[in-house]
């Protein structure tokens, strides 16, 4: 190798490593690192949300820090972010409402679940249509709660720290949507 080549190489791995991203899943390019709340969260993992064969949106996990464990992901004190890059043609705001209302049905009690209504329903007032490219950013802030943002526009949220516990089991609960999701999203994959 000549220095030519041993400098663009290494100029290349400069760019690489500087440009924020820490993998390209499904086509979309997703951050290695973000700051939330004036906190850098990390990438716990990313993966696919797929329903039969088709691919829905890229979900990843970001987290003050790295686990591998669901519980610990849950409970972990501070800013949080499920993002959610839809790769799908559109999915109606429906779509949306009945798999909230499932995954939140499906990870908790029927006890647990009747609390949780009221702010669910909220929830779910803050949603629309998505089509492919849109973004949904699911963010706990310790100071205000369960933030919605669709397409970098803040939609409204939803008070406590119980209730982005609850919409974490969605994805990480005993019964998540998609398991092969939740193993990526805890960096199981």
């Excluded at 400069?14 to 997703?30: D, R, W």
């Excluded at 850098?40 to 987290?63: C, D, E, H, Q, T």
């Excluded at 019964?175 to 193993?183: V, Y």
Aim: charged share 25%; with cysteine; glycine share 8%.
């Amino acid at each position: 190798m000549n220095i030519r080549s041993t400098c663009s190489s290494l100029l290349l791995l400069f760019f690489l490593s500087t440009n924020g991203y820490a993998q390209e899943v499904a086509g979309i390019n997703v951050q290695e690192q973000i700051t939330l709340a004036n906190t850098p969260l990390k990438l716990n993992g990313v993966g696919v949300r797929s329903k039969f064969f088709f691919k829905i949106y890229v979900g990843a996990l970001y987290l003050p820090q790295k686990t591998k464990d669901a519980d610990m992901a849950i409970n972990m004190d501070g800013p949080k972010r499920i993002l959610m890059h839809f790769l799908y043609k559109e999915v109606e705001k429906e779509k949306l409402v009945e798999g909230w209302n499932d995954g939140f049905k499906n990870n908790h009690t029927r006890d647990q679940f009747e609390t949780l209504k009221t702010k669910l329903e909220a929830f779910n007032k803050l949603f629309v249509t998505v089509k492919r490219g849109d973004r949904i950013e699911l963010d706990y802030l310790p100071e205000t709660g369960t933030r919605v943002s669709i397409n970098d526009q803040i939609k409204g949220s939803i008070s406590g720290e119980a209730f982005y516990a609850a919409l974490l089991r969605v994805w990480l609960g005993e019964e998540p949507a998609d398991s092969d999701l939740k193993d990526a999203m805890l960096g199981n994959e």
